[in-house]
Structure formats: structure tokens, C-alpha cells
């Protein structure tokens, strides 16, 4: 069975750092892409950032873009997810979203989702 | 980037009825080479994460039930519900994964008449 656990959420002040990581099991970690999805409060979806199976390959949305880093350690089978620079419009529910296709591509659909992690950026 | 559209925002259909979604992307999702649109639907129950129903724009995912249906090319899309059960009050999802960034549409609610 697919298990994808994040943590690492909580509040932090605008300008603060956090890091996320989702814990995953259940299938061959290193043959899927992996993306970050979040969810401000009310809201609807927005894609973040996506790693490749093998980490060659990643990308992220504009607007965290130069502030967030995603990274896999598959000898883990964790994906993290290291947040500098925050501001308040990252306030959000960030979930782990496992890739669909197999071959680590990035371009894929997602086929599994974490129950997510609530981070807060508010002074 | 490209921009994916929903409509209508929300709609109530009575139990039984057929409930449909449309979703217009700002450019072509059909990927010529493999002639596949790189485009997915998800359901987010309340309090819920969301969940695969569609992808290829209409293949079904394991275990979704037949009266979910996703059709269309292009940039027009469309995702039907036959028949309304009370467990798909949810809010539905587009979201195309051809570019990057990928892009997911507002959402468009089903709620039962």
C-alpha cells in the first residue's frame, strides 16, 4: 500500500525558513517523480515543484522560484522540501504528490497524495 | 504558463442526474509524438486530499467507478458524472501536466439538488 507522510509544518515568522519532508512507502521510490502541491486556506490547488526519479531533473512555480529547494534521498525514500525567505501568501497545506507514469519522469499526473502539512507564516 | 479554465464554478444536480464540468486550457495539452493529452482530473471531498479520477483525459484510474467519464482533445475537456451519487459531493479539478509549471483549474463544486 502507498503511504506518503509529510511533516514538518507549523508557524513560522515572515522571513523564516522550514523544511518539509514526506516520508514515502509502498513502491519503488526512485522510479517516480515526486512534486509538492499546496493549498492556501479556501483556496484551490497549486503545484510547487517536482523532482525526477533520479533528482537529474527539477522545477519549480514562479512564485517560489530562488526561495524553495526540493531533494529526494532515495536510499531513504524521503522527499524534502526546504522553505527560505517565507512570506505570508505561503501560508498553505503543502502536500506530497507521488507521479503516476514510472521512469521518474516529471511530466506525469499524480496518482497518490499525502494527508499534508499545514505551514503558517504569520508574525 | 498555461492557464486552465472551469466552468461552471458550481452546480447542483439532483441524485441520479448527470452532472457535467467543462475545462479549457489557454493552449493545446495533445502531445503529438505519443498523441496523448497530458491532462488529469482529481475530486476533493470535503476535508479530504484530492483524488485521481481521470488521466490522459480520459482513462480512469483503478477503482474509480464507471460513472465517472473524461473526454476531449485539445484544449477542451469535459468530465461527466452519469449519475449523481450523494458520496460525489466534492469539488473537481482540472490540471494539465504537459508544461511545467503544471497548472490546475479554480475547481468547479458539485453539490446535490
Known amino acids: 500500500e502507498v503511504q506518503l507522510l509529510e511533516s514538518g509544518g507549523g508557524l513560522v515568522q515572515p522571513g523564516g525558513s522550514l523544511r518539509l519532508s514526506c516520508a514515502a512507502s509502498?513502491?519503488?521510490?526512485?522510479?517516480?517523480?515526486m512534486s509538492w502541491v499546496r493549498q492556501a486556506p479556501g483556496n484551490g490547488l497549486e503545484w510547487v515543484s517536482v523532482i525526477s526519479g533520479s533528482s537529474g531533473s527539477t522545477f519549480y512555480a514562479d512564485s517560489v522560484k530562488g526561495r524553495f529547494t526540493i531533494s529526494r534521498d532515495n536510499s531513504k525514500n524521503t522527499l524534502s522540501l526546504q522553505m527560505n525567505s517565507l512570506r505570508a501568501e505561503d501560508t498553505a497545506v503543502y502536500y506530497c504528490?507521488?507521479?503516476?507514469?514510472?521512469?521518474?519522469?516529471?511530466?506525469?499526473?499524480?496518482?497518490?497524495w499525502g494527508q499534508g502539512t499545514l505551514v503558517t507564516v504569520s508574525s | 504558463d498555461i492557464v486552465m479554465t472551469q466552468s461552471p464554478d458550481s452546480l447542483a444536480v439532483s441524485l441520479g442526474e448527470r452532472a457535467t464540468i467543462n475545462c479549457k486550457s489557454s493552449q493545446s495539452v495533445l502531445y503529438s509524438s505519443n498523441n496523448k493529452n497530458y491532462l488529469a482530473w482529481y475530486q476533493q471531498k470535503p476535508g479530504q486530499t484530492p483524488k485521481l479520477l481521470i488521466y490522459w483525459a480520459s482513462t480512469r484510474e483503478s477503482g474509480v467507478p464507471d460513472r465517472f467519464s473524461g473526454s476531449g482533445s485539445g484544449t477542451d475537456f469535459t468530465l461527466t458524472i452519469s449519475s449523481l451519487q450523494a458520496e460525489d459531493v466534492a469539488v473537481y479539478y482540472c490540471q494539465q501536466y504537459y508544461n511545467i509549471p503544471f497548472t490546475f483549474g479554480p475547481g468547479t463544486r458539485v453539490d446535490i439538488k
Open positions: 504528490a507521488k507521479g503516476r507514469s514510472s521512469g521518474g519522469t516529471c511530466y506525469t499526473d499524480f496518482d497518490y
Open positions: 509502498g513502491f519503488t521510490f526512485s522510479s517516480y517523480g
